[in-house]
C-alpha cells in the first residue's frame, strides 16, 4: 500500500478527542477509501498531563508545541480543532504556505479573518476544508461549494445554533421564560458556563458569514453580519407568536438584493424572528440545526441535524480529512473560495424585512387613525390589524386595548423608526412586542 498520510492534530478536546476515536475504530476502512492509511504524526495540546481517560492513542504523541508539529516534514496535513482567532491564525497560515493541507472547525477564525487563510492556501497551492465549521455534522459547506456551483443561490435561511434553539423551543413547548430555559441548557450541557457567544448571536454570525461567503461568491465577515441574539425575547413575545400561528426561531438569513442603483448586493443578518408553524424550520426543536436553501434551478432545498457534539462534529472533520487525504494523493488541492461576485453588503437598514407589534393602547375614538397615521408616515404598509380588549380580557368599551399589527415588507430603518415614534405616542401605553417576521407568516 501507498505510504501514510501524516496528520498534525491541534487540540484534543470535545471535537479533537473523537477525530482520535474515529481514525481508530475507522482506520481500515479510511485507508481503503483514500487508497493510504492515516496516520497521526503528533497531537498538540495545552496540557500534555491532562486525563484523557481510554482514548485510543499512544500517549508520546502529545506536544505543547503546535507550531514545532506543524513544521514537521512528515505532517501532510493539519487538523485543528482548538478555536480562537491567534494562534490558531499563525499556525494555519504557516502550514499553508508550506503546501500542507488544512481541516478546521474553527468558524471563529473563518468569520473574522477568512481572507488570511484563503490567500494562504492559495500561495501555497493547499487544500483549506472547514465542513464542521457551520452546522457540526451536517454537510452543507461541501453542498454548497461544489454541489451547488452550477446554480445560482437566492438565500440561505437557517437555525445554526444549536443552544438558542433548545432555549427557544423549551420557551415555545413549556412557557418557560429565557432565563429558566437558558438554566435547563446549562443543566443539560448544552449551554456553556459562559454562554454570551450563543445567546448574543455572535456564534450564529460567524456562522452566517461563513454561509454568504460560498452561497454568493463574495468574501464576507462576521463584522458585515447584522446581529441580534435572544437575550430579550420574553413571555409575551413567544404568546404573541402563538397567538399568530407562528413559532420565534434565532434565524441566519443571508439574502439576495440590489441598491437603489440597480446594483445587486447581498444582506447577512442574526436576529430572532417570527415564522409559521407551517415552515420547515418551525419544527427544527431541541438543539438541532437546520438550513434552507434556496437556489433558482434547484429550488428549496433543507438540510437538517446535529450541529454540535464531539462525535458529530468529527464525523464532519474526517470527511474532509479524507478528502484533503485524496487530493494529496493526486498531486491536487481545490480552491477554497469563489470569491469573484465581489457583491457589496447592504447595512441592515436597508435590508427588506416584516415587523409583527403589539401595542398596549388608550381606547378611544381616532386612536386607530392615530396609529396608522405614524405607519403611512414611514411608507410602512400595514397587512393585519387585529384589536382586542387589553390583556384579552372581555370585550367592550375599556380603558385600554391592544392592538396587534403585521406589517407588509419594507425597509428596516423604515420599520425601526416607526416603532421609535410609537413609542413616543401618548396614546400608546407601551410597545408589548416587537418581533420580525420571516416566511409568509
Ligand atoms: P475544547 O475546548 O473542548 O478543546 C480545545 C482543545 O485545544 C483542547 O485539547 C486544548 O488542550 C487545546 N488547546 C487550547 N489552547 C491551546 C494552545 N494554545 N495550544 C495547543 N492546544 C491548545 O474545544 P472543542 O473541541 O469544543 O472545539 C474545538 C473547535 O471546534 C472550535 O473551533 C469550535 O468552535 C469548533 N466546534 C466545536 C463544536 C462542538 O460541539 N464542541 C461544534 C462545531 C465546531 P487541553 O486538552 O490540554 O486543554
Ligand atoms: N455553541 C454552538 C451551538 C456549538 O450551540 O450550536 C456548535 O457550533
Known amino acids: 500500500m501507498t505510504s501514510p498520510v501524516r496528520l498534525a492534530l491541534l487540540g484534543c478536546g470535545t471535537v479533537g478527542s473523537e477525530v482520535v476515536r474515529l481514525l481508530h475504530t475507522q482506520a481500515a476502512d479510511l485507508a481503503a477509501r483514500i487508497g493510504a492509511p492515516l496516520e497521526i504524526a503528533g497531537i498538540a495540546v495545552r496540557r500534555v498531563g491532562r486525563d484523557r481517560g481510554d482514548l485510543p492513542v499512544d500517549p508520546a504523541l502529545f506536544t505543547t508545541d503546535p507550531l514545532g508539529l506543524i513544521k514537521r516534514d512528515d505532517v501532510d496535513v493539519v487538523v485543528e480543532v482548538v478555536g480562537g482567532i491567534e494562534p490558531a491564525r499563525s499556525w494555519l497560515v504557516e502550514a499553508l504556505r508550506a503546501g500542507k493541507s488544512v481541516v478546521t472547525a474553527n468558524k471563529a477564525l473563518l468569520a473574522e479573518d477568512g481572507a488570511a487563510l484563503h490567500d494562504a492556501a492559495a500561495e501555497g497551492g493547499a487544500d483549506l476544508y472547514y465542513e464542521a465549521s457551520v452546522a457540526g455534522a451536517i454537510p452543507l459547506l461541501r453542498p454548497l461549494r461544489e454541489s451547488l456551483h452550477g446554480d445560482r443561490i437566492n438565500r440561505v435561511t437557517g437555525i445554526v445554533n444549536g443552544t438558542t434553539n433548545f432555549i427557544l423551543s423549551a420557551m415555545d413547548a413549556t412557557g418557560a421564560g429565557f432565563a429558566e430555559a437558558l438554566d435547563e441548557a446549562t443543566e443539560l450541557g448544552y449551554a456553556e458556563a459562559d454562554p454570551t457567544a450563543d445567546v448574543e448571536g455572535f456564534d450564529a454570525a460567524a456562522k452566517a458569514a461563513i454561509l454568504a461567503s460560498l452561497a454568493f461568491h463574495t468574501r464576507v465577515t462576521a463584522a458585515d453580519v447584522h446581529r441580534e441574539g435572544i437575550t430579550e425575547v420574553t413571555v409575551a413575545d413567544m404568546a404573541s407568536a402563538?397567538?399568530?400561528?407562528?413559532?420565534?426561531?434565532?434565524?441566519?438569513?443571508?439574502?439576495?438584493?440590489?441598491?437603489?442603483?440597480?446594483?445587486?448586493?447581498?444582506?447577512?443578518?442574526?436576529?430572532?424572528?417570527?415564522?409559521?408553524?407551517?415552515?420547515?424550520?418551525?419544527?427544527?426543536?431541541?438543539?438541532?440545526?437546520?438550513?434552507?436553501?434556496?437556489?433558482?434551478?434547484?429550488?428549496?432545498?433543507?438540510?437538517?441535524?446535529?450541529?454540535?457534539?464531539?462525535?458529530?462534529?468529527?464525523?464532519?472533520?474526517?470527511?474532509?480529512?479524507?478528502?484533503?487525504?485524496?487530493?494529496?494523493?493526486?498531486?491536487?488541492?481545490?480552491?477554497?473560495?469563489?470569491?469573484?461576485?465581489?457583491?457589496?453588503?447592504?447595512?441592515?437598514?436597508?435590508?427588506?424585512?416584516?415587523?409583527?407589534?403589539?401595542?398596549?393602547?388608550?381606547?378611544?375614538?381616532?386612536?386607530?387613525?392615530?396609529?396608522?397615521?405614524?405607519?403611512?408616515?414611514?411608507?410602512?404598509?400595514?397587512?393585519?390589524?387585529?384589536?382586542?380588549?387589553?390583556?384579552?380580557?372581555?370585550?367592550?368599551?375599556?380603558?385600554?386595548?391592544?392592538?396587534?399589527?403585521v406589517t407588509h415588507v419594507a425597509p428596516d430603518a423604515a420599520l425601526a423608526a416607526t416603532v421609535g415614534e410609537l413609542r413616543g405616542l401618548d396614546i400608546v401605553r407601551s410597545v408589548a412586542s416587537v418581533l420580525r417576521v420571516e416566511g409568509g407568516a
Open 242 to 405: 402563538k397567538a399568530m400561528g407562528c413559532t420565534i426561531k434565532l434565524l441566519c438569513i443571508a439574502a439576495r438584493g440590489t441598491d437603489a442603483a440597480g446594483g445587486e448586493t447581498v444582506s447577512v443578518r442574526v436576529h430572532p424572528a417570527m415564522i409559521p408553524l407551517t415552515h420547515p424550520l418551525a419544527s427544527v426543536g431541541d438543539a438541532f440545526n437546520a438550513v434552507f436553501v434556496e437556489a433558482e434551478a434547484a429550488g428549496q432545498l433543507m438540510f437538517y441535524g446535529r450541529g454540535a457534539g464531539g462525535a458529530p462534529t468529527a464525523s464532519a472533520v474526517l470527511g474532509d480529512v479524507v478528502a484533503v487525504a485524496r487530493n494529496r494523493l493526486a498531486g491536487a488541492y481545490a480552491a477554497s473560495e469563489s470569491a469573484y461576485a465581489d457583491l457589496s453588503v447592504r447595512p441592515m437598514g436597508e435590508a427588506l424585512t416584516r415587523y409583527h407589534i403589539s401595542l398596549d393602547v388608550v381606547d378611544r375614538p381616532g386612536v386607530l387613525q392615530a396609529v396608522a397615521g405614524v405607519f403611512a408616515r414611514h411608507d410602512v404598509s400595514i397587512a393585519t390589524v387585529r384589536q382586542g380588549p387589553a390583556g384579552g380580557g372581555p370585550a367592550g368599551r375599556g380603558e385600554d386595548a391592544d392592538l396587534v399589527i
